[in-house]
């Protein structure tokens, strides 16, 4: 089936099997290897992406789904001045160490960033609660995502 | 004479004892560091394994026809397509490639597929067809030695008997309990991943994530029949290890299948294989005995340690090692008798994770403290205080500690730091969350503490080396080595002693590879910032003394008169300035084998100088407890460290909270199921590791700094410590609230709501 998602700002077109799981469109056919997998079974949020705006584990949809949709990944959330200030947070605050989970985290943060205003420690753990980090314990990502948010 | 030995910096670049951001951080946070898994090749193929279904099975017949036959696959290979040596092994070369005749575990490798699609792959596997005769699996640790053994090497892999001390020695007071602990899975969030790309000339080249570049060189050259030097191995980047990564996966797998297809080959194991395709945390068994007299000061400890193994050795020596010399803790022992075994079984091969050994000796042994605290009558931390080791103490391997040993700062520190834990008003934060039954009138509370300790570096005399080069050229240090970053942030330290010991802003590091330079051994043991970071560290000196020397000569000095600060070379006497990046327009180069103390091995009795140095750690837990439904949230965990002395206080405090979160995860919920050898929970849905809401903030009441002998800059490994006492002292806080036993970890809802006799 041919689908067409604008990617990071860019409309791409391609001739996918039905079956295709959106994070396998990124990766695979897009290249878009920022994008983690890190268990299949929609467990770990590795995969996290912008689908028009919102966050969505990217093995849980079809890239059929995404049809005309805008996503936005890893890559694409830097802009001309650097990286996205959520990025800039994570490396200032050593939210990462190994880093596999760190795309999907700071996708994650964007939106519950973008959705919830004034938020407090406990609000960001809630909010994140969706995506595994197995390295850092989870605390300087809560600071990463606070310092962000100011 | 000028001032410039005291001259103020005008580097920007942090050095030692500054939290300098790590150089990965940019590419890690914007999606363009690639992951194992993100290798790509236009003429690559798939790789795929075939595993068996049966914990123990003989293989009468394999038919590959079918699978030759799919569309689009290049290769089917089996046991004997394996060119060189059959079997791998960190330890003992004792694990087949590929099956042979007999599978000894569920989802041992048994065949091998390389395809041009995914697709393709998953088809040829499907139509491989293994006849197995189902033998029954021998899964039982505590009597697999009677049992017929189910490998040619025998089913005890190891055993040490440690006698230490006078055998005839009985306490006033007595306390015994038996303990157990599951298995615990890594659960690093990269699966493992990795391609071979074959050469022109018959060599090799490997990108793999790892945690040892030349052991697994090593090993797939023997396996492949290759001089070690025809497979050059590079590090891929590593999505997390824990352990699970020091053993051979698909190293060998996608070396064959490039050898014979003549094509790059990537494989990416699915995370249900990946359950199935590294060694776990070893799952033990243990009984101990406390004596001590009346006023709380112990004079023996028996214990009895079974650990499984499951199908194949690892590394299950070293990790008996530890569970026997530090099963008694972090306190004065003087007489000791300790049964340490690890078997073999058709279990899950088990092997390193943070702590090896220890964690699983920590919670036993911190749970008899408290008994004998309360058998005593006597304040737990007064009774760890009143027998803390100190420097100049024997351990029960009969080994003098001649280095630091903070044990009681640590205890203090850790149990005086005031607790910020306020009782939970918002629903949310009692146990069970917004899936909660209980109102907090249901809720029990428990604080408890525990104490742990383990060796830093290998032991029992194993030669062990790390290899660094330095390159100092136009003011750019350019540092080589094999250290496997893990993301435990060695490219961070070394750059700052870098900096530290060349004065330089800029530098470089190479990408970590067998074909450039000797091994660094292992990511593990806590121990590269000592190993690695010390070879840097001389080779940085090396190359400051040659440069030194060399512009002296050039300029006449006397070179005991120049000093390198700040990316310059100036006299101490004055007259002298050059800039560090003219002076090193020619290159100055140097490259050393670091060396830690030498060890010996264990006698018959257990005893012998094995260990090089050790850390100690000290959590406090405040649980709640939700007694009705057995759920249990963590609410507060404070730790206190012995560190030596802190290169990076960013990197060290990270260190502490993300092994502590591994801690919790065994204390309330990670536990591999295996069941008749088979694992019952290969994926993330049912293997729970903590969330953000599952963890608590880790309190940080103290990192002890005593400068440690012979480690570089007096700095101690720190990496597993948080993983060692952590789970002891989420445990001991659940027994304190629920006043239940609980001799086993990860505690389920089960043992709280239903206590053995009573369920």
């Given at each position: 089936m041919?689908?067409s998602v604008t990617v990071n700002g860019?409309?791409?077109?391609?001739?996918?099997?039905?079956?295709?799981?959106?994070v396998?469109?990124l990766r695979d056919?897009?290249g878009?290897?920022?994008t983690?997998?890190g268990c299949?079974?929609?467990s770990c949020?590795a995969?996290t992406v912008?689908?028009?705006?919102?966050?969505?584990?990217?093995c849980t949809?079809?890239?059929v789904?995404?049809d005309?949709a805008?996503?936005?990944?890893?890559?694409g959330?830097a802009?001309?001045?650097?990286l996205?200030?959520m990025?800039?947070?994570?490396h200032?605050?050593h939210?990462?160490q190994?880093?596999?989970?760190?795309?999907?985290m700071?996708?994650?943060?964007?939106?519950?960033v973008d959705?919830?205003?004034?938020?407090?420690?406990?609000g960001?753990?809630?909010?994140?609660e969706?995506?595994?980090c197995?390295?850092t314990?989870?605390?300087n990502?809560v600071k990463?995502?606070?310092?962000a948010?100011? | 004479?000028?001032?410039?030995?005291v001259?103020?910096?005008?580097?920007?670049?942090p050095?030692?004892?500054?939290?300098a951001?790590?150089?990965?951080?940019?590419p890690k946070t914007?999606?363009s560091f690639?992951f194992?898994?993100?290798?790509w090749?236009d003429?690559?193929?798939?790789g795929?394994?075939l595993?068996s279904?049966h914990?123990?099975a003989?293989?009468?017949?394999?038919?590959?026809g079918a699978?030759?036959?799919?569309?689009?696959?290049?290769?089917?290979?089996l046991?004997?397509?394996?060119p060189g040596?059959?079997?791998?092994?960190?330890?003992?070369r004792d694990?087949p490639?590929?099956a042979g005749?007999?599978?000894r575990?569920?989802g041992?490798?048994v065949?091998?597929v390389?395809?041009?699609?995914?697709?393709a792959?998953?088809m040829?596997?499907?139509?491989i067809v293994v006849d197995?005769e189902?033998?029954?699996p021998?899964v039982?640790?505590m009597?697999?030695?009677e049992v017929?053994?189910i490998?040619p090497?025998?089913?005890?892999?190891r055993r040490?008997h440690?006698?230490?001390g006078d055998?005839?020695?009985v306490g006033d007071v007595?306390?015994e309990g038996?303990?157990?602990?599951a298995?615990?899975d890594?659960a690093?969030?990269?699966p493992?991943?990795?391609?071979?790309v074959p050469?022109?000339?018959?060599?090799?080249d490997l990108?793999?994530?790892?945690q040892?570049?030349?052991?697994d060189?090593?090993?797939?050259?023997d396996?492949?029949g290759?001089?070690p030097?025809s497979?050059?191995?590079t590090?891929?980047?590593?999505g997390?290890a824990?352990?699970a990564r020091e053993?051979l996966?698909?190293?060998?797998?996608?070396?064959?299948l490039?050898?014979?297809?003549?094509r790059?080959?990537?494989m990416v194991?699915?995370r249900?294989?990946s359950?199935?395709?590294?060694?776990?945390?070893h799952?033990a068994?243990?009984w101990?005995?406390?004596?001590a007299?009346?006023?709380g000061?112990l004079?023996?400890v028996?214990a009895r340690?079974?650990?499984d193994?499951?199908?194949?050795?690892?590394?299950s020596?070293?990790?008996?090692?530890?569970a026997?010399?530090?099963a008694?803790?972090p306190?004065?022992?003087p007489s000791?008798?300790?049964?340490?075994a690890?078997?073999?079984?058709?279990?899950p091969?088990?092997g390193a994770?943070?702590?090896?050994?220890?964690?699983q000796?920590c919670y036993?042994h911190e749970?008899?403290?408290?008994?004998?605290?309360e058998?005593?009558?006597?304040?737990?931390?007064e009774?760890?205080?009143?027998n803390?080791?100190?420097?100049g103490d024997e351990?029960?391997?009969?080994?003098?500690i001649t280095g630091?040993a903070p044990?009681?700062e640590?205890?203090?520190?850790?149990?005086?730091h005031?607790?910020?834990a306020a009782i939970?008003?918002d629903?949310?934060e009692?146990?069970?969350?917004?899936?909660?039954?209980?109102?907090?009138?249901?809720?029990?509370?428990?604080e408890a503490?525990?104490?742990?300790f383990k060796n830093l570096l290998?032991s029992?005399?194993f030669?062990?080396?790390?290899?660094a080069a330095?390159?100092?050229?136009g003011?750019v240090a350019?540092i080589?080595?094999?250290?496997?970053?893990v993301?435990?942030?060695?490219?961070?330290v070394a750059?700052q002693?870098?900096?530290?010991?060349l004065?330089?802003e800029e530098?470089?590091m190479?990408?970590?590879t067998?074909a450039?330079v000797g091994s660094?051994?292992s990511?593990?043991?806590?121990?590269?910032?000592?190993?690695?970071?010390?070879?840097v560290?001389?080779?940085c000196?090396?190359v400051?003394?040659?440069?030194?020397?060399r512009?002296?000569?050039q300029?006449?000095a006397?070179?005991?008169?120049l000093?390198l600060v700040?990316g310059?070379?100036?006299?101490?006497?004055g007259?002298l300035d050059?800039?560090l990046a003219?002076a090193?327009a020619?290159?100055?180069?140097?490259?050393?084998?670091?060396?830690?103390?030498?060890?010996?091995?264990?006698d018959?009795?257990g005893q012998?100088?094995?260990?090089?140095?050790f850390?100690f750690?000290a959590h406090?837990?405040?649980?709640?407890v939700?007694?009705?439904?057995g759920?249990?949230?963590?609410v507060?965990l404070?730790?206190?460290?012995d560190?030596?002395r802190?290169?990076?206080?960013?990197q060290?405090v990270?260190?502490?909270?993300?092994?502590?979160?591994?801690g919790?995860?065994?204390a309330v919920?990670?536990?591999v199921l295996?069941?008749?050898?088979?694992?019952r929970n290969a994926?993330?849905?049912d293997?729970?590791?903590p969330?953000a809401?599952d963890?608590p903030p880790?309190e940080?009441?103290?990192?002890?700094e005593?400068?440690e002998?012979g480690a570089?800059?007096?700095a101690k490994?720190?990496g597993?410590?948080?993983s060692?006492?952590?789970t002891?002292?989420v445990?001991?806080?659940?027994?304190?609230a629920t006043?239940?036993d609980?001799?086993r970890?990860?505690?389920?809802?089960?043992?709280?709501v239903?206590p053995?006799?009573?369920a």
């Open positions: 041919e689908v860019e409309v791409r077109t391609a001739d996918v099997e039905p079956r295709t799981l959106l396998h469109f056919d897009l878009l290897t920022g983690n997998i299949d079974t929609s949020g995969c912008l689908v028009d705006g919102r966050s969505a584990k990217s949809m079809l890239a789904q995404a005309g805008d996503v936005t990944t890893i890559e959330l802009g001309e001045d650097g996205h200030p990025q800039e947070a994570f200032e605050c939210a990462l190994c880093g596999y989970c760190t795309p999907g700071v996708m994650a943060a964007v939106s519950l959705e919830y205003s004034d938020m407090d420690a406990d960001v753990r809630e909010g994140l969706g995506n595994l197995r390295c314990g989870y605390q990502i990463a995502v606070l310092a948010s100011e | 004479m000028t001032d410039t030995r001259a103020a910096r005008t580097g920007t670049a050095r030692i004892g500054e939290s951001r790590r150089p990965d951080g940019a914007s999606g690639a194992s898994s993100d290798l090749h003429r690559m193929l798939w795929g394994t595993r279904p914990p123990s003989r293989i009468r017949s394999i038919q590959i699978a030759v036959a799919v569309t689009g696959v290049h290769a089917v290979l046991h004997d397509d394996v040596q059959k079997e791998f092994g960190l330890e003992h694990q490639v590929l005749d007999i599978v575990y569920e041992e490798p065949a091998i390389a395809a041009d699609h995914p697709e792959v998953r040829a596997l499907e139509a197995y189902v033998l029954a021998a039982d640790p009597t697999v030695e017929e053994p490998h090497d025998g089913n005890l892999i040490i440690l006698r230490h055998q005839d020695v007595q306390v038996t303990y157990e602990v298995m615990q890594q690093f969030l990269g493992e991943s990795g391609m071979a050469a022109d000339d018959g060599s090799i990108y793999v994530a790892t040892w570049l030349h052991s060189r090593d090993q797939v050259a396996c492949l290759l001089e030097g497979v050059r191995l590090l891929a980047g590593v997390g824990f352990g053993d996966s698909l190293h060998v797998h996608l070396c064959m490039a050898q014979h297809t003549d790059p080959v990537k194991y699915s249900e294989e359950f199935h395709g590294h060694v776990h945390r799952p068994q243990m101990y005995r406390h004596h007299t009346s006023d000061t004079v023996r028996e340690l079974v650990l193994g499951g199908a194949y050795a690892s590394s020596s070293a990790v008996i090692a530890n026997t010399c530090f008694a803790g306190y004065r022992v000791a008798d300790i049964d340490g690890v078997v073999r079984t058709n279990n091969p088990c994770m943070r702590g090896f050994g220890a964690v000796t036993a749970a008899q403290m408290d008994k004998l605290a058998a005593l009558g006597m304040n737990p931390i009774l760890r205080l009143h803390a080791l100190e420097p351990l029960l391997t009969g080994q003098t630091t044990v009681a640590v205890i203090r520190s850790c149990a005086e005031p607790s910020a939970a008003l629903p949310m009692l146990p069970g969350g917004a899936g909660r039954t209980a109102g907090p009138e249901d809720v029990v509370r428990g503490f525990a104490l742990g290998f029992e005399g030669d062990d080396s790390s290899e330095c390159r100092l050229e003011g350019t080589t080595s094999a250290c496997a970053e993301g435990q942030g060695f490219v961070t750059q002693i870098t900096r530290e010991v004065g330089v530098v470089v190479a990408p970590a067998t450039t660094a051994g990511t593990s043991a806590s121990r590269q910032t000592w190993m690695s970071g010390g070879a560290k001389e080779a000196e090396k400051r003394v040659q440069l030194l020397e512009v002296a000569a300029q006449g006397d070179v005991s008169d000093v700040d310059r070379i100036v006299s101490l006497a007259g050059i800039d003219e090193t020619e290159p100055v180069e140097a490259d050393v084998v670091f060396r830690h103390a030498q060890t010996w091995p264990l018959d009795d012998g100088n094995a260990h090089v140095s850390a750690s406090r837990a405040i649980v709640d939700d007694t009705g439904l759920l249990v949230k963590v507060e404070t730790t206190s460290q560190v030596g802190i290169l990076n206080p960013m060290v990270g260190q502490l909270e993300g092994g502590a979160a591994q919790v995860g065994l919920m990670e536990e295996v069941v008749d050898g088979r694992i994926s993330f849905t293997y729970l590791v969330t809401l963890m880790v940080i009441a103290a990192l002890i005593q400068a002998p570089p800059f007096g490994g720190i597993e410590p948080p060692i006492s952590s002891a002292a445990a001991a806080a659940i027994r304190v006043g239940l609980l001799p970890v990860p505690v389920r809802p089960t043992d709280i239903f053995e006799g009573e």
